[in-house]
């Protein structure tokens, strides 16, 4: 033995031979045992060959065959895992299927938790389709496509759940995001604050707010969200019919002339005076709502196919309904008062309000109720 330059003895057990011969020998015996353990409780027929495997420590080759006729060969090293524990499935091919049982039963569980569908199912891959149809393949015969299998794995979808974000953390500035995906964290995107000046708001660079306005306009001063509107058009964007919630400030007349410029020209409802944080709620409750029926957005997180403009208007109605001191009836709206209230004459291409589907909502039910929503 070489006990100079070998490391052989350093670190080793004193109980352990330091002979490595003498070492292998007990090594394969323990290994031996471990194997014929393993095979028997699981089945699997043992028949020893001339051959030794490639380790040089002396381990015999055995020529295996399983339960379920998959033939195979085996050593002591196979029979013990990383830890030393003895291994659940000693077949590679039953090991195999296992896994890819796993990894199907996970594609299982993801689906059903994110409402994702099947396209084509493979041998050892699925095709699935988000809720909001983006295509992606899961594999489940290798472990980093088994890792993959996770309910964020759209990242389509994680990118519009990032521009969400980053919606709701500019209208804490009284800002409105007007471009209609997520680029990065340190791109510009069109914005528009309370004040009318449009430019590029970057994610990384939000507390700045609106470059034009005074810096310390934004400590506490933006105007709070108190308009609820809906309204529908030719969306010049996607070319589509589209329905389009959302909320505004003062009389929201701003932010409806900026619809109108995209097509968006018709409106069906407009609930001013609201108090502090409810038109943010009821938006919330809105969107929420549309996602549980299914309805996709059609750009953006609040653009939705006009066909879902029934099932906004009964959501609102419904969020209302459920707010104690809180009526909602319809009315008869004279558009010519409509008219009136906007000094504009422009504002009379805006405010092209369908009568026959609005359900105004009287501003003096909420005053009572301003507390509730602080």
Not at 37 to 50: I, K
Not at 264 to 289: D, W
């Amino acid at each position: 033995m070489d006990l100079v330059s070998s490391s052989g003895p350093v670190g080793r057990d004193p109980s352990e031979p330091w002979c490595k011969k003498c070492y292998n020998v007990e090594w394969v015996a323990e290994c031996l045992a471990a194997l014929q353990s393993v095979a028997e409780a699981q089945g699997v027929d043992l028949e020893a060959t001339d051959g030794r495997d490639e380790s040089g420590e002396g381990h015999i080759v055995f020529a295996a065959k399983c339960t379920k006729g998959h033939r195979f060969e085996a050593t002591g090293r196979d029979a013990t895992n990383w830890r030393g524990e003895p291994v659940n499935v000693l077949c590679p091919d039953c090991y195999q299927a296992a896994k890819s049982a796993e990894g199907f039963a996970m594609v299982e569980a993801v689906l059903h938790e994110t409402r994702s569908s099947v396209a084509k199912r493979y041998r050892n891959a699925v095709e699935v389709r988000c809720r909001r149809g983006h295509p992606h393949t899961f594999y489940v015969d290798s472990p980093d496509g088994r890792r993959a299998i996770r309910p964020d794995f759209c990242g389509a979808c994680d990118k519009l759940a990032k521009f969400q974000e980053f919606s709701e953390q500019a209208k804490d500035l009284g800002i409105t995001v007007l471009a209609s995906q997520w680029i990065a964290k340190s791109r510009s995107h069109r914005a528009v604050c309370f004040a009318g000046h449009e430019f590029g708001l970057v994610p990384n660079g939000m507390k700045r707010g609106c470059p034009e306005c005074p810096r310390g306009m934004y400590g506490g001063t933006v105007p709070p969200h108190d308009v609820y509107y809906v309204v529908s058009g030719l969306d010049a964007t996607t070319g589509k019919e589209t329905v389009k919630p959302g909320i505004s400030s003062g009389a929201g007349y701003n932010r409806l002339r900026q619809h109108a410029e995209d097509g968006l020209t018709v409106q069906h409802l407009r609930i001013s005076g609201l108090p502090l944080g409810m038109a943010r709620l009821l938006e919330r409750f809105v969107l929420g709502g549309l996602d549980g029926e299914g309805w996709l957005s059609t750009r953006g997180v609040e653009y939705f196919p006009a066909e879902a403009l029934q099932d906004v208007m009964e959501l609102v109605g419904e969020w209302f309904t459920d707010q104690p001191g809180l009526t909602a009836r319809s009315v008869v709206v004279d558009v010519d008062e409509v008219y009136g209230a906007a000094e504009a004459s422009a504002v009379r291409e805006v405010v092209d309000l369908d009568v026959d589907a609005a359900v105004v909502f009287d501003s003096g039910d909420v005053t009572p109720v301003a507390a509730l929503t602080r």
